[in-house]
Every structure is written in C-alpha cells, then in structure tokens.
C-alpha cells in the first residue's frame, strides 16, 4: 500500500525512535527514508569552525543512523537517508514532499514545552501543512 515512507527520527530518546522504525516496518513499504533535522549554525559562526561544526554535527546523526539502517535492511527494505538543517515541521514537510513519499511516521507524545503548548508540538505542525498521510506514535 505505501511505497515510500518518511520516517524523522529524534536524538531526545532511542526508545521512541526504535518504535517509530519498528512501525515503519511494519507497514512494509518499498523503502524507508530516515530524516534527521539539525538545528542551523548560527550565522555568528562562520568559516572553518561552521564547516567543523556542520561536519560534526553530520558524523554524530550518521551514528546514529546506522542501527535504524541496520534493522530496516534486515526487514528487506530499502532505506536511504537524509540530514537537513533548520525548523523541524517545515523541513519534514518539504522533504516528504520533494521525495514523494506516501505516508510520514512520527512519535508524538504531547506538549514537551511552552513553545509546543502554544504553536502545537512538531507533529502538529507536520500534520496542519501536509496532504500526505500521517501515522503518529503515543508512547
């Protein structure tokens, strides 16, 4: 049924990010996209140190990519993956829609902060700006 499926995966906890790809899985599509969404560097920091900073950045999501990659080819499933820089929401939007994939897992597990209590948590964000169907994971 779904073919492509976007799957962001957090750095707060390992444990929700193992349920959102055993979900993912689950589902059985032809391939899995793993997203990882960096805070930007702040502008204030430029040259060789923003470079360092962004190439450190990368090498710590690509560690932690590779158990979720692991488990994903183990399923027989494609997986490819990305890392993008700046707001979470918006990022995963345009991604699932620049990859075309037919349905994003996320976890949600409500309000994590004020910022979240007023303009909705990330997942809410996702949910009010794509067409494309959303599969949410409480704990």
Request: aromatic share 2%; glycine share 4%.
């Amino acid at each position: 049924m779904f073919k492509k499926v976007l799957l962001p995966i957090s750095t707060k906890t390992k444990e929700r990010s193992l349920k959102s790809v055993e979900a993912a899985i689950h589902v059985r599509p032809e391939e899995i996209l793993l997203l990882h969404v960096l805070d930007p560097v702040p502008e204030t920091i430029g040259g060789k140190d923003r470079q360092q900073l962004q190439k450190d950045a990368d090498e710590a999501v690509n560690s932690i990519f590779s158990e979720y990659e692991t488990a994903i080819r183990d399923a027989g499933i494609h997986c490819s993956k990305i890392i993008d820089h700046g707001a979470p929401a918006n990022v995963i939007v345009k991604i699932a829609e620049r990859e075309n994939a037919d349905l994003i897992v996320m976890f949600s597990d409500g309000h994590d902060s004020v910022t979240d209590m007023l303009l909705g948590s990330c997942t809410e964000r996702v949910l009010r700006n794509t067409a494309i169907a959303l599969l949410v994971l409480r704990k």
